[in-house]
DNA sequence: CGCCTGCTGACAGTTTATGGCAGCAGCGTT
DNA sequence: AACGCTGCTGCCATAAACTGTCAGCAGGCG
């Protein structure tokens, strides 16, 4: 059978995934039960099949931004699904990922068969008000925070027009409709509170990591909540 | 290499995607420029691999509705596009549809590494009413007749409680916050009419396909709009 | 019944993959 | 500068796989 290979270089990767910093040839041939020799033909195998391995002599092997999802399969719905999940992230997320969406999107539907192709290009329509891409806050960072539980300071403005500059833990981001919420422990107000992105007026985020972790707060939040809400 | 043979068994397969009727293993034997015993060995290989492929004798081969995408690179920027659609999609789509979102999810998730998993799993919410699953008609079915031009038949109610039936040509589904709505021409009002899946009473799909193109009515819609949608 | 087709087994020839060995080059530390 | 660690490449013999040809059996269709 031909899966041997195949199944090794997959395994391969994935190893590399674990790996934060840089693993050396030889721990990546014994963990896929492998000579040294062949390790390094497999490596040459990925790169040219596109992986974006590194490799610097007297340091190891990393796994480059990239990522390689190994061949799957997805049913009918389920690529219908992503379809019009990335559309709808193309449409109503902030621009760096609407971005990043198109682009999901293009790659899934140069491997679709045509007929299927056609159906997805004008099947759907995402009615109502576009995003609104004034944000001058960078959702990106302000995720990346989140995903990093850094302090973010924020200089906001309410829906009075009242002006505030707060420190706060950011922990989820909301879609509500056509606006994107910011959920975050507020340090001045000493209570949950939420921002709304196109509001912020400026941000910066800390280095400092906030003392709480990212899901207890949102759990302590979620209690708070009269409605319950879905992740 | 290694490519070779797995080049031409991904090539076995979008031959397989291109045509809808069954194929003979010779003809897929030449198009792939192997022996027929081999490709009997490449459809055993698909086979042992997850593909859904069927033969019977004196037919021919047909690749069944699960389709496999080859491997595919994705920014960490599409992976969390992919993420956040296909969650979208999980909460916001027709149950069904929701569902495959949810499975691609765990599927794409099967892959990640540990730490993008957990950031996945808490870092977004979807605020708002939910999706309405109190649609008694199947917007599966709906979808399938936009795709296959099928004239639609509706028994609905509108805002004011008033009940009609009527016969439409569906060409588009609009998700608008959290209604999803038909766009079709409507044969009793000979005018673009929408309606709410929520409102629909009970409807039938007709084995007849609608005199138009859907390309073509989606177009002309859009000209009738004053304020100019995406798709 | 005969034809077309899928499917399996066996065998030999070819290709490919693998491991061991040797050697060169780059990086960091001593 | 020297040393150790590591990436990387070439060569070669062996083992594994892939492939084609030939043969035969079984199932749908006319």
């Known amino acids: 059978m031909p899966v041997a290979r195949s199944e090794r270089l997959l395994t391969l990767l994935q190893t590399l995934r ?3 910093r840089p693993v050396t040839g030889t721990v990546l041939a014994e963990e896929t039960g492998v000579s040294l020799r062949t390790l390094y033909r497999d490596i040459a195998s990925l790169q040219a099949q596109g992986a974006m391995i590194e490799g610097e002599a007297g340091i190891g092997y990393v796994l480059k931004p990239g990522f390689m999802l190994p061949p799957m399969m997805f049913s009918e719905e389920e690529l ?10 193309a449409r109503a997320a902030e ?3 609407a971005g990043a969406g198109a682009d ?30 004034e944000d001058k806050a960078d959702v990106s960072a302000i995720r990346k925070a989140i995903r990093l539980e850094r302090v973010l300071e924020l200089h906001y ?23 994107r919420i910011i959920m975050a422990w507020c340090e001045l107000r000493q ?3 939420h921002f709304r992105t196109d ?8 280095e400092t990591r906030y003392p709480r972790r990212r899901t207890v ?3 302590e939040w979620r209690e708070t909540q009269d409605v319950p809400m879905e992740s």
């Open 18 to 20: 674990r790996y934060r």
């Open 157 to 179: 403005g309410d829906e009075q027009g009242r002006i505030s500059r707060r420190r706060v833990w950011p922990f989820a981001l909301g879609y509500f409709e056509h606006v």
């Open 80 to 89: 219908e699904a992503l379809v019009l999940g990335s559309r709808w992230v």
């Open 95 to 97: 621009p760096r990922l």
């Open 191 to 193: 209570d949950f509170r």
């Open 217 to 219: 707060l949102l759990k």
């Open 104 to 133: 999901a999107l293009a790659k899934i539907a140069a491997v679709l068969p045509a007929d299927m192709r056609e159906t997805i290009d004008s099947a759907t329509l995402f009615v109502g008000r576009k995003r609104q891409d």
């Open 199 to 206: 509001r912020i007026i400026d941000m910066a985020v800390h």
